[in-house]
Structure formats: structure tokens, C-alpha cells
């Protein structure tokens, strides 16, 4: 009854809730000009709206696949999916569908999905505050970015690695692999590969080496408590009361 990828649309689109209601419509731009209100579709009694449309848009977007909302053919199939779906939800209300675990495992699909807009939410205001940032000024910081990379892939060929200087590195690397429960291949046939990042870390080791770098570390330590979810749970370290009472002489 349904093709292939309409189905896959309306399955992967399970009842959960409508949220950001218009956000493909209001917030990406919507050129047509047409209304949430107006009618895209009418399957039986039921009416599907431009509205309906682009939550449905939403829903697939963020909780199954990923659709281009640019892309028409896509766009067109998000629409029949919805049809498909209120041809189902029908066919389930004249059945008088109704199953305990699935009014069950959806209180869990709606947690999940709550969580899953907030990580989205949250991900979506870091990338705004980068643009904002960006739209301030990015030239000089992206052209000294460029600069930087150029000479340094001008210089690093020029850097002189003994084998000793590569096997070093190898084992370092072959150290690391084995805590995380994985090997490398034998030194011998990965050798000619390391050579460009052994010289790579012995140019920019070289440079340090020649110049005096004051790292600020009380400011920086201070900027990466923010982002550590830890330290966000648990705040200033003097406001957390202490888990033993040293006065109590029978807690010390």
C-alpha cells in the first residue's frame, strides 16, 4: 500500500509530541508566503494543513531521518508520510485500538524525546553564539589561521626526524593503544606514515621551546569549569555543606 520510502517515514514518525510548531515554516523562511492555517490536504473528514506539514517536517527531522528541507522531492515525501499516517490513525480509531504497553513505552519515548530537544536546543544556541561572534569579524582571525598553516606546511618538510625519533613515537602511540585494549601494526610498516606528524610535532616543539608562553592558567581554569557539568552540578565548593560534621567528635 505505501512505497518504500513513505513507509519508512511513517513508521520512524511515531506519536510524540508536536514541538516547535512551525519552526520549518517561521524560522527557516517560508518564501511561499502560505499560511499555517492553510490546507495542504484533506484525507476523508480530516484535514492536513501547511501547518501540519512542516511540524511533520520537525518530527522527522529531528527525531528519524535526516531530510533536506530544501530538497522538494523529500519535502513532497514528508507529505505523504503524513497522509499515510492519518490513514492509519483512522483505520486505528474505528479498530478502537488500544494497547497497555504502548500507552506505557510512550511516557518513555516522551522523556527520551524532551531530552533529546533540549541537547538539540542547546547545541543550536552554542552554534548561534559562534555566528555572532563570527559576524563581528572572523577576517583578521581566519586570515592569521591560513597564514599560520601555510608556513608551518612550508617548514615541516625542512624538519630533520631521526628513526629513533619516529620509533619514539611510535611506542608512545603503541602505549596509548594498549590501555584502550588495541594494537597497532608492526613499526616497520606504519614508519614511513609517521614521519610527517614526527616532524610536525618537532617543529611546533622547536618554537616552544625558543619563545617564553605564560599561560594564564587561573583564567583559564575558570573558563573551563563552565563547561564542565560537573562543576555546574555542583557549584561554588562553599556553598556544598560538608559531608562530616568535624565538630561532631563521633564523626571524626
Not at 520537525?58 to 527525531?63: K, N, P, Q
Not at 538539540?120 to 599560520?148: H, P, S, W
Not at 613499526?187 to 611546533?204: D, G, H, N, Y
Request: proline residues 3%.
Amino acid at each position: 500500500m505505501f512505497s518504500r520510502s513513505k513507509n519508512t517515514l511513517l513508521y520512524s514518525a511515531v506519536a510524540v509530541c508536536f514541538f516547535m510548531a512551525g519552526l520549518a515554516c517561521d524560522k527557516f523562511g517560508n518564501k511561499s508566503g502560505i499560511s499555517n492555517d492553510q490546507v495542504v490536504a484533506v484525507v476523508g473528514d480530516h484535514q492536513i494543513t501547511f501547518g501540519d506539514w512542516m511540524k511533520q517536517m520537525d518530527l522527522l527531522r529531528v527525531f528519524a531521518s535526516s531530510i533536506d528541507p530544501d530538497n522538494s522531492k523529500q519535502v513532497e515525501a514528508v507529505l505523504d508520510s503524513l497522509i499515510d499516517q492519518q490513514l492509519v490513525l483512522d483505520a486505528a480509531q474505528k479498530a478502537k485500538f488500544a494497547d497497555p504497553a504502548f500507552d506505557e513505552n510512550l511516557k518513555k519515548k516522551l522523556i527520551e524525546a524532551d531530552l533529546k530537544v533540549k541537547e538539540i536546543k542547546d547545541k543550536l544556541e552554542k552554534d548561534i553564539q559562534t555566528v555572532q561572534r563570527m559576524e563581528k569579524g572572523y577576517q583578521d582571525a581566519y586570515k592569521k589561521m591560513l597564514l599560520a598553516r601555510a608556513f608551518a606546511a612550508s617548514q615541516v618538510d625542512k624538519v630533520e626526524v631521526t628513526r629513533k625519533d619516529l620509533k619514539d613515537s611510535y611506542d608512545q602511540y603503541a602505549a596509548q593503544a594498549k590501555q584502550s585494549g588495541q594494537s597497532l601494526p608492526p613499526f616497520e610498516k606504519v614508519e614511513s606514515r609517521l614521519k610527517p606528524s614526527v616532524q610536525a610535532e618537532k617543529f611546533l616543539k622547536n618554537l616552544q621551546e625558543g619563545t617564553k608562553v605564560d599561560r594564564k592558567m587561573d583564567v583559564i581554569n575558570n573558563y573551563l569549569k563552565t563547561l564542565s557539568v560537573t562543576q555546574q552540578m555542583l557549584g561554588d565548593k562553599n556553598d556544598i555543606p560538608s559531608a562530616v560534621d568535624v565538630k561532631d567528635p563521633a564523626k571524626k
